[in-house]
């Protein structure tokens, strides 16, 4: 697979539903960016692009399944299709 760029929009803010399992808490210290939950996001879809199974997926970074399952339909699909595989 390519490289992974943010899955987030190009304003680098989380999607709303994005806030019901995750709580804003502010700017990435690494980046700057205004929504420091992207580091998560990326991370999780990531490894959901790279075939990695949703349940080992939400252990590691305790979220809910859920959660992770709607990472993979907004975040991760659309990583997976604009790769270069």
């Known amino acids: ?4 760029t943010c899955a987030l929009d190009d304003d680098q803010t989380a999607p709303g ?3 019901e399992c995750y709580p804003p808490h502010g700017r990435c210290g ?3 960016s ?3 939950r992207h580091r998560v996001l990326d991370a999780v879809a ?3 692009a ?3 199974p949703a349940r080992s997926v939400a252990d590691d970074y305790d979220l809910p ?3 992770v399952g709607r990472v993979f339909r ?10 270069d595989v």
């Open 17 to 19: 539903w994005v806030d």
């Open 34 to 36: 205004p929504d420091a």
């Open 65 to 67: 399944l859920r959660f």
């Open 30 to 32: 690494f980046c700057n």
């Open 1 to 4: 697979m390519g490289e992974v």
């Open 50 to 52: 790279a075939g990695e």
């Open 46 to 48: 990531s490894r959901l």
């Open 74 to 83: 907004d975040l991760a699909l659309p990583m997976k299709e604009n790769s």
